[in-house]
């Protein structure tokens, strides 16, 4: 017994203490999986605008599909008449490249369904294409990375919850996702420079899209130069859609402290050349195909911006005064009597909730978490860079989408479609989904509508417009 004593008291002063730290192996970098946690930072996290605060998300759910969105796309449509976008003896051949929007992110992540009812495929079955083939996730992964869904709170601000269900899987060990085999004709990324990453160009801070891309290493050779050698090869295409700008311009409203004119994100390269200049563009652009270019909107007209809306706290409080910190602690500070705008953040969320009618809304800020009225204007696409992409349509010959007008319209309210669908732009109406930034499968047929017109009445094509009301009840869209 005394032995038995004798070493319990051994093992007991032989315990590690906090002065002793544990050894740290050296590890490979670990992308968590949609699988993870709905509190774990991961790369499925980033597209979605909340995402970089796990506090909002509420919990894990499982969902089913919803939309019939299969049986949307198995109904046949009057024949297209293509106008001049085609030479005689040739057939349709569509690629698509973008962002988040092209590659069919909704409600803050990539679903099968929300690939499904991507207006880039809503538009190759309005034109009749049979051979426009989406990346989709397959069948038993039907939710994709995963996606965030609103919990109505008593307060109207937004909270989610994340479904987390049929998800694909980050192969062990690699920061890659199972291969995608079969045709692709939608390149497009979730943040964006799809077509630079085609061209042989790296990037450091890109390993949600070098995760993406990963799904298509028997269709193109990523990060090689060659890469966009072998897709021209292997796709005679001949109608392209390009929606390139409107991620980065969001990137940088997120993380840009002090937005000037100067700045990449915004009109910067532009600025200096006073023209267009991406050559992985031009390149796409190589045999002078037809196609679509997208304007790029205000990001005061989503959803995303107006959570917290400024012009509501106006009205409610007694007095507005915010600071930032623009070089040293609250030396910067907001003109209430000047548009002005808030990032969407966790501390702001807290900010407003405890806020109460009648009070003084006072706080301090950083930088990047607020857009005073000089920022706003000079991240105003209006500025410059629309009009850019506006005159270098004109050089290339393709018909200009106008995201900037429509999300203009729709964020002023009373947007009507053509057959009198009233579209709601505002936290819970049914242009947007749930992440505020993407639009909702009624969001993507508007769009894909906007899409027709433009290609309608530049090249003399007509294409049958979707019927907005009949695919809401056919789809089984919900407001």
């Known amino acids: 017994m005394k032995k038995l004593l004798l070493l319990v008291a051994l093992i007991a002063c032989n315990q590690p203490t906090p002065k002793w730290p544990d050894p740290k192996p050296i590890e490979p970098v670990y992308i968590p999986t949609a699988e993870d946690s709905a509190r774990t930072r991961g790369p499925f996290m980033r597209i979605h605008p909340m995402g970089q605060y796990p506090e909002m998300i509420h919990d894990n759910l499982e969902r089913q599909p919803a939309l019939k969105i299969e049986e949307w796309l198995s109904t046949t449509v009057p024949l297209a008449d293509f106008g001049r976008i085609l030479k005689p003896g040739q057939e349709m051949e569509m690629v698509a490249f973008g962002g988040g929007l092209t590659a069919g992110v909704m409600n803050g992540g990539i679903t099968r369904e929300s690939q499904q009812s991507n207006y880039t495929n809503l538009l190759a079955h309005q034109m009749g294409i049979k051979n426009f083939a989406m990346p989709l996730f397959e069948k038993e992964h039907y939710n994709g990375t995963g996606y965030y869904v609103y919990r109505h709170t008593d307060n109207g601000y937004p909270q989610w919850d994340r479904v987390v269900n049929n998800t694909v899987s980050v192969l062990l060990g690699t920061p890659t996702m199972p291969e995608y085999q079969g045709k692709i004709s939608n390149f497009a990324l979730p943040d964006g420079s799809a077509e630079r990453f085609m061209m042989g160009n790296d990037c450091v801070n890109c390993d949600l899209n070098k995760l993406f891309l990963s799904r298509f290493k028997h269709y193109l050779r990523p990060y090689l130069s060659e890469a966009f050698d072998e897709i021209k090869s292997e796709i005679p295409y001949n109608f392209v859609v390009i929606e390139e700008f409107f991620d980065r311009w969001m990137y940088g409203i ?15 390269s532009i600025m200096n050349t006073g023209k267009i200049t991406d050559s992985a563009i031009n390149n796409i652009l190589n045999k002078g195909q037809k196609g679509v270019i997208f304007t790029i909107p205000r990001f005061q007209d989503l959803a995303y911006m107006n959570w917290y809306s400024t012009e509501e706290l106006k009205k409610r409080a007694s007095e507005v005064h915010i600071t930032f910190n623009k070089n040293n602690m609250g030396d910067g500070l907001v003109n209430s009597a000047k548009p002005f705008s808030l990032i969407p953040t966790a501390k702001l969320h807290s900010l407003f909730e405890r806020f109460k009618d009648g009070d003084a809304f006072m706080a301090n800020l950083e930088d990047k978490e607020v857009l005073d009225s000089g920022e706003c204007y000079m991240s105003d696409p209006a500025l410059y860079y629309n009009h850019k992409i506006r005159e270098y349509a004109v050089k290339k010959d393709l018909a200009v989408v106008d995201l900037f007008d429509l999300y203009q319209r729709i964020h002023k309210g009373g947007y009507v479609t053509d057959d009198g669908v009233l579209v709601d732009g505002t936290l819970y109406g049914n242009f947007f989904s749930s992440d505020g930034t993407y639009p909702s499968p009624l969001g993507q047929a508007i769009i894909t509508n906007e899409v027709i017109k433009a290609v309608n009445q530049h090249y003399g094509a007509k294409i049958p417009l979707v ?13």
Do not use: H, M, P, T
């Open 467 to 479: 019927d907005i009301v009949g695919f809401a009840k056919s789809v089984e869209v919900k407001k």
């Open 254 to 268: 997120q993380a840009v402290g002090r937005v000037g004119l100067w700045d990449y994100c915004f009109n910067g």
